[in-house]
């Protein structure tokens, strides 16, 4: 069935460097791939998404990649920030149907001042 | 706030009862979807309404879940006889159409203990 895998689960890195959370998906359908950041007990937020039709995206410290052929794509954030720690979630989903979306199981990231 | 709101935030409740559960879509959004969300795990896929019309169902919707759209604007989500297994975070989002507006928005959830 349809299934994302996300890693690695936690990740802490030190304010200024570059954290990078990577997702597989399994259906060679799906052609959107949204990144959600999720604060404590708030709701999950967009950050960024990349279309099949493309292989990067940036905005501002924020890119995404996806390599289709190996199903594979991945959140990648420089000059990380102590306001960046939070659970981040990748998703995949069909421009078409219901677009219903596939979560990874996050990653929680704590950036240490 | 135009945001996704839902009702209410939280909700406590003994095994066995009923509980509702509210969610006001972007008033301009047509697609309206239902995830759970337990400790640890990302949102899982309960139900997808295209205006008021019930178009998908998760295997995770057991008959004692059952969810409402009755004018395409906003959604009810009722369990009945509630388990413990139940509890967790009922998420809502909406999204207005395909293509580039397919984006979804979530509202805050719903957190729900079952004692």
């Known amino acids: 069935g349809e299934n994302v895998e996300q890693h690695p689960s936690t990740l802490s890195v030190q304010e200024g460097d570059s954290a990078v959370i990577k997702c597989t998906y399994s259906d060679s359908a799906s052609n959107y791939f949204p990144w959600y950041k999720q604060e404590l007990g708030k709701r999950p937020q967009l950050i960024i998404d990349i279309r099949s039709n493309v292989g990067e995206k940036k905005d501002q410290r924020i890119a995404v990649t996806l390599n289709k052929t190996a199903k594979h794509f991945s959140l990648h954030i420089t000059e990380t920030q102590p306001e960046d720690s939070a659970v981040y979630f990748c998703?995949?989903?069909?421009?078409?149907?219901?677009?219903?979306?596939?979560f990874g199981t996050g990653t929680r990231l704590k950036v240490l001042a | 706030d135009t945001g996704v709101s839902q009702d209410p935030r939280h909700k406590i409740t003994k095994r066995g009862q009923n509980v509702t559960f509210r969610c006001d879509p972007i008033?301009?959004?047509?697609?309206l979807y239902w995830y759970r969300q337990t400790l640890g795990q990302g949102p899982e896929f309960l139900t997808y309404f295209q205006n008021e019309a019930q178009l998908e169902k998760s295997r995770l919707l057991s008959d004692r879940f059952s969810a409402e759209r009755p004018k395409g604007s906003f959604s009810t989500l009722e369990i009945q006889r509630t388990e413990q297994g139940d509890s967790a975070m009922y998420l809502c989002?909406?999204?207005?159409?395909?293509?580039?507006?397919?984006?979804?928005?979530f509202g805050p959830g719903t957190r729900l203990l079952v004692l």
């Open positions: 989002a909406s999204s207005s159409g395909f293509g580039v507006r397919g984006t979804q928005y």
């Open positions: 008033s301009e959004h047509n697609r």
């Open positions: 998703a995949a989903s069909l421009t078409s149907g219901t677009y219903k979306y596939i």
